[in-house]
């Protein structure tokens, strides 16, 4: 088909040929950030009793930041989490907190109390913020198996989200986009790694991945070392 006629299934923009992958079945609007599967623009190729056959899923690439450890015994995914809206974050935190120790200063050496228990809020919001900065800056979370286990760890700084699941219990692992828009209209996207369960519950392993190749390696490289067979998960990210 043209590339003129390949448009944006969110906004409807054109959809540039370098934000076409072909090898993954999946394109990438740059006017809106949505990820969509081109499985059904695919050539299906007949088999010898007429019957289709479907693309099957091209391997994902090793992305940037993407480390992997395999010893036999012991399987280790690790990523660093430094990203640049890090950079923006620490102008931020520095910039928040300096007016906040301004106004606290201030306040006190006034003997303004009201003052100063006014801005106790904003101060505690400041310091949430200098810590994820400080943690984007120095954390790697690292996704291992061993000893039939399947455990996430988020460190040297203490995040939530570390977890254990047994590996027996994983049917399926997929990925999915989670969509976050802003008060002033911007769009915000971010991917995420899920564990289908054989007890049909869900559990998710990873958040926050800012990119869907980083995602769908690391769903690739766990389904492959547990030699889970890759099946279709409804509402997950296309490859």
Not at 24 to 46: D, E, K, W, Y
Not at 57 to 64: D, E, F, G, L, Q
Not at 126 to 132: F, I, K
Not at 145 to 157: E, K, Y
Request: aromatic share 10%.
């Amino acid at each position: 088909m043209e590339l003129k006629a390949l448009s944006c299934k969110n906004c409807h923009a054109p959809i540039k040929n370098e934000d076409i992958h072909w090898d993954l079945a999946m394109a990438h609007c740059a006017h809106c950030g949505t990820v969509f599967s081109l499985q059904n623009l695919v050539p299906r190729i007949p088999s010898e009793n007429g019957a289709t056959i479907s693309h099957e899923r091209a391997p994902v690439p090793m992305p940037k930041k993407i480390q992997i450890f395999n010893t036999g015994e012991t399987f280790q995914i690790t990523y660093r989490w430094f990203g640049p809206q890090f950079i923006f974050l620490i102008i931020f935190a520095v910039f928040w907190n300096g007016f906040m120790l301004m106004w606290h200063s201030i306040a006190l050496t006034s003997g303004n109390w009201t003052m100063s228990l006014f801005g106790l809020l904003h101060t505690m919001i400041g310091l949430a913020v200098a810590y994820y900065t400080l943690v984007g800056l120095l954390n790697t979370t690292t996704v291992w198996i061993q000893a039939g286990i399947l455990g996430v760890h988020h460190h040297p700084l203490p995040w939530p989200g570390n977890k254990q699941v047994m590996a027996s219990d994983i049917e399926q692992i997929y990925c999915k986009e989670k969509v976050s828009h802003s008060r002033k209209g911007g769009t915000h996207y971010s991917y995420e790694v899920y564990a289908a369960l054989r007890n049909t519950d869900k559990e998710k392993l990873l958040g926050g991945l800012g990119e869907p190749e980083q995602a769908l390696y690391i769903e690739q490289e766990l389904e492959r070392y547990l030699g889970i067979r890759d099946r279709p998960v409804r509402g997950e990210l296309p490859r």
